[in-house]
Nanobody, 121 residues
Framework: QVQLVESGGGLVQPGGSLRLSCVAS????????MGWYRQAPGKQRELVAT???????NYADSVKVRFSISGDNARNTVVLQMNSLKPEDTAVYFC???????????????WGRGTQVTVSS
C-alpha cells in the first residue's frame, strides 16, 4: 500500500502565497514522477506541475511563472510553492505519484485525497 498525505492548503487573499507539501509513504520502492493536479467545482482535474525523477519539470501555462515545484526523492516528498495566487486558482489540489512497489512491479499512479485551496478576498 502507498499513501500520499497532502498539507498546506487553506484560504488566502489574491496575491498571496501558499506552500503545499506531499509525503508518500508505505511500500513504495521507487518513484518515476511526482506532482500536483487540481480540480475546481464543475471542472475536470487538470495538471498543475510535475517533476520527474531526473528533475525535469512541467507546468500548466496558467501557473508557469507563479508556481514552483520541488522534490526530495530520498524522502518521497514533493512541494508546490504557489505565489501571486488568483481567485481562479481556487480548487482542490491533489498530490500525484507515479511509482512502483518493487523492482518487479510496473509503475502506476497514486493519488492523495486532496487539499482545498481557496483564493478570495
Amino acid at each position: 500500500q502507498v499513501q500520499l498525505v497532502e498539507s498546506g492548503g487553506g484560504l488566502v487573499q489574491p496575491g498571496g502565497s501558499l506552500r503545499l507539501s506531499c509525503v508518500a509513504s508505505g511500500s513504495i520502492f521507487s518513484i518515476n514522477a511526482m506532482g500536483w493536479y487540481r480540480q475546481a467545482p464543475g471542472k475536470q482535474r487538470e495538471l498543475v506541475a510535475t517533476m520527474t525523477d531526473g528533475g525535469r519539470t512541467n507546468y500548466a501555462d496558467s501557473v508557469k511563472v507563479r508556481f514552483s515545484i520541488s522534490g526530495d526523492n530520498a524522502r518521497n516528498t514533493v512541494v508546490l510553492q504557489m505565489n501571486s495566487l488568483k481567485p481562479e486558482d481556487t480548487a482542490v489540489y491533489f498530490c500525484y505519484v507515479e511509482g512502483r512497489t518493487s523492482r518487479f512491479s510496473v509503475y502506476r499512479d497514486y493519488w492523495g485525497r486532496g487539499t482545498q485551496v481557496t483564493v478570495s478576498s
